[in-house]
């Protein structure tokens, strides 16, 4: 890149900036100014609106404009003045304008889409409205106002909403003013800045004697345009944050022109002092030392071509290239033509080469003959890296006539180093004992956590057989297996107590493996000592844990199945009160009549036969009841096969009676023959919690309806394989807010006092843990149905 080049991109830079910029204040920074004022003005609208509405008296969640307190519209007027508000409204939920600072909006309807849809569903709304543009209500101002809805709210309820309308001309004004205190800044400064460029480029022509010397390279077009953009930004930046703060107010363009002007002469003279300068006096260092190293350069005479794996490189004092060998063709991947006279800089810029790294060799060689120093090299293939060697070539009289630099391809090498260097750190730092022997066990290396592990310094076991650690407490056999599988060639695992240094024993997980030399040759073993000491101890800990949590449920499922057998025993008493009542009933006229026989000579033989007949067979229903009573809460042992509608019927022969006494009937539809395994007893119990639990949601249902007869039915029928038995009945269903918890334990919605909450649950548990089987809950029309799953008996 020449001189001209690098300053027109300069140039052009500038000019592009001049464009950019102000581009980006108005369609970026302009709306972001804009776009905070009116978020801050919404915010303050939303606080204003709070606080007016906690004047608003209500009459059911309605607002009304014969309930505004007179204090309402003088606390309005205080907000007004207060705030730079011109107008407030307030608007009923159905839109209609209950008050307003102009008195003509009063009983106007709003029906716009935004009120409707934003406002009434709790959200804000607000809108800038220019000078002479129409409003959301289709009216006109003489300046810039922001109009803002802010519902009002009651108990999660929108109940109505405020209109508050900002005058925010000066604010605008202030937003407006800005920006174009920043145009003119930027005009000004991209003029300046190309007058500089202008004289710097006039002030190097004119050093040289009238012609241009060596070309600025790259990155000093780089750094001139950088700072360029960078003074730009901190100007603008400058301007926008401090001049409103530190300059009297101006009006207008002159304002801004001057408030620029101020600037320039501010930031300009620092800028050359500390960048324009020092850069110009680097690179007139630049242009005399390559000058000079051009009247003192040699050609060097002879340089070996016949070497295969040192690539070698000679340049002159200007740094032209003079001598390329092969070996330097294969590294570098450029062929001797295109790199012969050339500048070492212009082929680093094709090869992408960090200058500094460079120009820190060439002051190294100043002040030492050699210097060595390694690189990395992209190609297609991959990274290479390079080792290099770079010396000067002197002449006789001891004077520096060129370089010589001799690079090498360490790639394989360092690729190898690392991977051991890797290797050796994560050994070391590894957080298991590692430990090296050869193949008779002789200890050959230790990691660092060998001795944390084991108590022994490395200097006291390496030399040593590694059954120093036996605790004596493993077997032989353990140790000939171990012997045998690692001189086979494999790995072996397993798990042994060792010995510390300071006799305390510690349990390992050992992994030991065989390390083979480059013909497979076992030449030693590497093995892995993983302390789980703490990890059986937390075993341990974690079996009596899971252990008491064990005796702990099936303690607390006791007492669940001794509540829910309580309930039902009461339950089952209330039954047999009911069962006994007809029996003694009959016992007590049979007395009676007993009395009037005797009155009446009918007191015979045959009498008291027909008596005791009817006495004894009315006493064995009531102890047959008692029977049927006891055995049904006596647990069942073992699993057997029995009949489900058989089950069934003994459970509603006892409670049947309490169905009648409530007008419930029970229906019960099923085939004799279909048997399930299982525990009978239990299963008995389940049904019962789930007609009791039928005939409460009847009864409950009457509580809130007509009274109806209540109705129950109980189908048995299989199903692939499957018996399922549904409960139905027409108490009116579960809520579905509940039906999710209806087997949780302790939940029940009959009320304080009418159930425990653990009968569904304790049914579950019985029907789908001890009997391998399914217990779910739906809705139907009328009511709720209870579906049990069980496996079929074979």
């Not at 390279?217 to 345009?225: C, I, Q, S």
């Not at 010589?404 to 180093?417: F, H, P, Q």
Request: proline share 2%; charged share 25%; hydrophobic share 40%.
């Amino acid at each position: 890149m020449n001189k001209k080049s690098a300053y027109s991109a300069v140039l052009i830079t500038a000019l592009s900036i001049f464009i950019v910029l102000p581009l980006a204040d108005i369609f970026v920074v302009y709306p972001a100014f804009i776009n905070l004022m009116v978020k801050n003005t919404e915010d303050e609208a939303v606080r204003v609106a709070k606080h007016m509405s906690t004047l608003l008296p209500l009459q059911g969640y309605v607002l009304s404009s014969d309930s505004l307190p007179d204090a309402f519209s003088a606390e309005v007027r205080q907000l007004m003045g207060d705030f730079n508000i011109v107008k407030v409204k307030l608007f009923s939920k159905e839109g209609k304008t209950l008050f307003s600072t102009t008195a003509e909006d009063f009983g106007k309807i709003n029906t716009e889409e935004y009120f409707r849809d934003t406002v009434l569903r709790g959200g804000v709304y607000t809108k800038l409205v220019k000078k002479g543009r129409d409003s959301l209500e289709s009216q006109k101002y003489a300046s810039d106002v922001i109009e803002t809805y802010v519902p009002v709210v009651r108990d999660g309820k929108v109940v109505g909403a405020f209109e508050i309308y900002y005058d925010v001309t000066d604010k605008k004004a202030s937003v407006d003013s800005l920006i174009s205190r920043s145009y003119v800044m930027l005009f000004v400064m991209a003029f300046v800045y190309i007058l500089m460029i202008v004289a710097i480029s006039l002030r190097s022509k004119a050093q040289e004697g009238g012609r241009y010397s060596e070309d600025p390279d790259k990155h000093t077009v780089a750094g001139l345009v950088t700072i360029m953009v960078l003074a730009l930004f901190v100007t603008e930046i400058s301007i926008m944050m401090l001049l409103n703060y530190v300059l009297p107010p101006l009006p207008g363009l002159m304002g801004s022109f001057v408030d620029s002007i101020l600037l320039v002469i501010i930031v300009n003279p620092l800028l050359y002092v500390f960048c324009f300068k020092p850069m110009l006096a680097h690179i007139s260092i630049r242009q005399r030392a390559e000058q000079m190293s051009r009247e003192k350069s040699i050609y060097l005479d002879c340089i070996l071509n016949s070497s295969t794996d040192m690539g070698i490189i000679a340049t002159d004092v200007n740094l032209y290239i003079k001598y390329y060998n092969h070996e330097a063709e294969r590294l570098l991947g450029f062929k001797r033509d295109e790199v012969l006279g050339k500048t070492v800089a212009q082929m680093h810029e094709r090869a992408n080469v960090d200058p500094p790294l460079f120009s820190s060799t060439l002051e190294r060689l100043k002040q030492t003959e050699t210097h060595n120093f390694a690189f990395q090299l992209k190609k297609d293939d991959g990274v290479y890296f390079i080792e290099a060697r770079v010396s000067g070539i002197w002449d006789e009289q001891k004077t520096l006539v060129g370089y010589m630099m001799m690079i090498k391809d360490t790639t394989s090498y360092r690729a190898e180093r690392e991977r051991m260097r890797r290797l050796i750190r994560s050994v070391e730092s590894a957080g298991e004992s590692v430990i090296i022997t050869d193949t008779s066990g002789v200890i050959e290396y230790v990691n660092p956590y060998f001795t944390k592990l084991t108590g022994y310094e490395a200097e006291e076991v390496i030399g040593n057989k590694s059954n120093l650690l036996k605790s004596g407490l493993n077997s032989d056999d353990l140790y000939k297996e171990l012997w045998y599988t690692i001189l086979g060639g494999e790995i072996w695992n397993g798990e042994v107590t060792d010995k510390r240094k300071d006799g305390s024993l510690y349990d390992v997980q050992l992994t030991v493996a065989p390390v083979f030399e480059t013909g497979g040759k076992v030449e030693g073993f590497i093995t892995i000592q993983r302390d789980i000491s703490e990890l059986k101890a937390l075993h341990k800990s974690l079996e009596r844990k899971v252990e008491e949590g064990i005796r702990e449920n099936i303690q607390q499922q006791q007492m669940l199945v001794q509540q829910s057998k309580m309930a039902a025993m009461g339950e089952m008493i209330g039954a047999i009160a009911h069962q006994w009542r007809q029996p003694l009933n009959g016992l007590g006229l049979m007395i009676q009549d007993v009395i009037d026989a005797y009155e009446y000579g009918e007191l015979n033989k045959d009498y008291l036969a027909n008596f005791t007949s009817d006495a004894v067979k009315q006493i064995d229903f009531m102890a047959h009841t008692i029977d049927d009573f006891r055995n049904f809460f006596r647990p069942s042992k073992e699993k057997a096969d029995f009949s489900v509608v058989g089950a069934i019927k003994k459970v509603m022969d006892i409670v049947q009676a309490l169905f009648y006494a409530n007008n419930i009937n029970v229906v019960i539809k099923g085939e004799e023959e279909i048997t399930i395994t299982g525990y009978r007893n239990e299963f008995m119990q389940v049904i019962l919690n789930l007609v009791n639990n039928a005939r409460d949601a009847i009864l409950q249902s009457r509580q809130h309806k007509d009274k109806h007869d209540g109705l129950i039915s109980i189908d048995i029928h299989r199903d692939s394989g499957c018996v399922r038995i549904e409960i139905k009945d027409n108490g009116g269903g579960i809520p579905d807010d509940v039906k999710d918890r209806m087997f949780e334990p302790y939940f029940t919605t009959k009320g304080q006092g009418h159930g425990t909450g653990i009968g569904l649950y304790l049914s579950r548990v019985i029907i789908e843990t001890n009997m391998g089987g399914r217990l779910t809950v739906r809705n139907v029309d009328d009511g709720a149905v209870f579906t049990v799953t069980l496996e079929q008996c074979n």
